[in-house]
């Protein structure tokens, strides 16, 4: 189960070639007391962006794809993803917030973009895809200001069944992207 902890966007695939970066996973603490009453740190799967999809980069509809006809720019600069143990029906929680950063382009029309992400769990081989789900982040840029960084909200990845095994599954991140948008990546390369 994979679900945004705001209502979920519709599920949709995406090419998975991964580049693995941060696994930032920790565990959910007992307070105080006893060593009786603290929780086990849950082990965590890999956590990895989308080698492919963490550049975005979005043009006027119907427009030539160049510099004069781009409404934004954005690049997937990484994530947060904590661990803990799922309750009642066992495996772990993963939860993730992505960060990207974004340039407004000459043709953008308002001062918000919504960037809409995709995220996948796979088999330690990253070959066969068991869940995804996708949500956006918003960026919001300042009046005059072409930069700006933002975090999405944060996503609740279930990964069901017994913990150990859970933790060898591969969870993978990037940007949503059309047919073109995609070519267009693995035209350019990473940057």
Same mark, same amino acid.
């Given at each position: 189960?994979?679900?945004?902890?705001?209502?979920?966007?519709?599920?949709? #695939?995406?090419?998975?070639?991964?580049?693995?970066?941060?696994?930032?996973?920790?565990? #959910?603490?007992?307070?105080?007391?006893?060593?009786?009453?603290?929780?086990?740190?849950?082990?965590?799967?890999?956590?990895?962006?989308?080698?492919?999809?963490?550049?975005?980069?979005?043009?006027?509809? #119907?427009?030539?794809?160049?510099?004069?006809?781009?409404?934004?720019?954005?690049?997937?600069?990484?994530?947060?993803?904590?661990?803990?143990?799922?309750?009642?029906?066992?495996?772990?929680? !993963?939860?993730?917030? !992505?960060?990207?950063?974004?340039?407004?382009?000459?043709?953008?029309?308002?001062?918000?973009?919504?960037?809409?992400?995709? !995220?996948?769990?796979?088999e330690e081989a990253e070959s066969r895809v068991l869940n995804?789900?996708?949500?956006?982040?918003?960026?919001?840029?300042?009046?005059?200001?072409?930069?700006?960084?933002?975090?999405?909200?944060?996503?609740?990845?279930?990964?069901?069944?017994?913990?150990?095994?859970?933790?060898?599954?591969?969870?993978?991140?990037?940007?949503?992207?059309?047919?073109?948008?995609?070519?267009?990546?693995?035209?350019?390369?990473?940057?």
């Open positions: 189960m994979i679900r945004s902890l705001r209502p979920a966007a519709p599920a949709l #695939g995406l090419a998975l070639l991964a580049l693995p970066l941060l696994a930032g996973c920790g565990g #959910g603490g007992g307070g105080r007391g006893s060593v009786l009453n603290q929780r086990p740190q849950a082990p965590c799967p890999r956590v990895a962006l989308l080698a492919e999809a963490v550049d975005l980069t979005r043009y006027r509809e #119907g427009a030539r794809p160049d510099l004069a006809n781009m409404e934004v720019d954005a690049r997937m600069t990484g994530f947060q993803a904590r661990c803990d143990y799922a309750s009642r029906a066992g495996g772990l929680d !993963v939860t993730l917030r !992505v960060q990207v950063a974004a340039e407004r382009g000459p043709a953008a029309t308002g001062n918000t973009a919504e960037l809409p992400y995709l !995220v996948a769990v796979t995804r789900g996708t949500d956006a982040v918003r960026v919001v840029f300042g009046t005059g200001d072409r930069r700006t960084t933002a975090q999405g909200e944060e996503m609740l990845v279930r990964i069901p069944g017994d913990a150990r095994q859970a933790a060898e599954k591969v969870v993978l991140v990037g940007f949503l992207l059309s047919p073109e948008q995609l070519a267009a990546n693995r035209r350019r390369g990473v940057r």
